[in-house]
């Protein structure tokens, strides 16, 4: 798997696929058992997600670590508050951090009313940009998002791939983990797909459609599992379980072609 500057690569896959563990894996909080990385063309080792982020590898997480009752500009600058003056008199430099988060917000094209807002005023898809923008002013340089538009309507998820391109833009390499391929599909360049903890297909753009992409996700092995299951209880008749039989038969050649 690899991840260019200025490029999305989209990580699909559906539940127990192996997103978690690979996202923790690349963000430092698990050591793999085997393969490298290369960062920058330099092979290197990621003892925390302390050391991934100071090498500038970012992960925004589902749960955000956003404390909802606190404004945007202390979330903005959460774990990393600026200061001002000398000891014994240093203290929170309030009025920069307000200005900064105003400022970078609207870099990425986010219009907040008021930077003293609670983050939990914010909608689902705000929250998730304002996350994206404080990863980006932090010098990421490979940004992970484990899936952001996950439990958000049409147009707040709408919203987030927006800034997905902003980030892509501004030179960053995005990693963006998700099990909805119509949402991947507009904003990837390349797409890997995870099934069972192994890569079952990695495409460029070029070569898959979206079509395609809905198919292999589908998974024809499961559907021919499922059936096998219920023609266990349904009447031997029953033309239902047949149908899902072809179908998953169906699945599996096309994503045999897709994949040759």
């Known amino acids: 798997m690899f991840v260019r500057a200025g490029e999305v690569t989209c990580l699909l896959g559906d539940n127990g696929a192996g997103?978690?563990?690979?996202?923790?894996?690349?963000?430092?909080?698990?050591k793999p058992d085997e393969g490298e990385y290369v960062f920058e063309d330099k092979n290197m080792s990621l003892s925390s997600p302390r050391d991934a982020l100071e090498r500038g590898i970012a992960t925004v997480y589902q749960d955000l670590a956003m404390i909802p009752l606190l404004s945007i500009w202390r979330n903005f600058f959460l774990g990393s508050e600026?200061?001002?003056?000398?000891?014994?008199f240093r203290r929170y430099d309030i009025d920069f951090a307000?200005?900064?988060?105003?400022?970078?917000?609207?870099k990425m094209g986010i219009d907040i009313r008021d930077p003293d807002q609670a983050v939990g005023t914010l909608s689902g898809g705000e929250r998730q940009s304002v996350a994206i923008a404080r990863a980006v002013y932090f010098?990421?340089?490979?940004?992970?998002?484990d899936e952001p538009t996950a439990s958000l309507g049409v147009k707040q998820a709408g919203v987030v791939l927006r800034y997905i391109l902003q980030a892509k833009q501004r030179g960053i390499g995005v990693i963006f983990i998700t099990h909805n391929p119509h949402h991947a599909y507009p904003v990837g360049d390349h797409f890997v797909i995870l099934r069972r903890g192994r890569v079952y297909g990695d495409f460029p753009k070029k070569d898959i459609g979206l079509d395609q992409l809905v198919q292999m996700m589908a998974g024809g092995e499961e559907l021919q599992n499922l059936a096998h299951e219920l023609q266990r209880e349904a009447p031997e008749d029953d033309e239902s379980v047949e149908e899902m039989r072809r179908a998953a038969q169906a699945l599996e050649q096309n994503a045999k072609k897709s994949a040759g």
């Open 19 to 30: 997103k978690s563990t690979l996202i923790k894996t690349l963000s430092g909080v698990h």
């Open 82 to 88: 600026p200061t001002k003056g000398f000891w014994p």
């Open 98 to 106: 307000k200005e900064t988060t105003r400022t970078e917000l609207g």
């Open 139 to 145: 010098g990421a340089k490979v940004l992970i998002l």
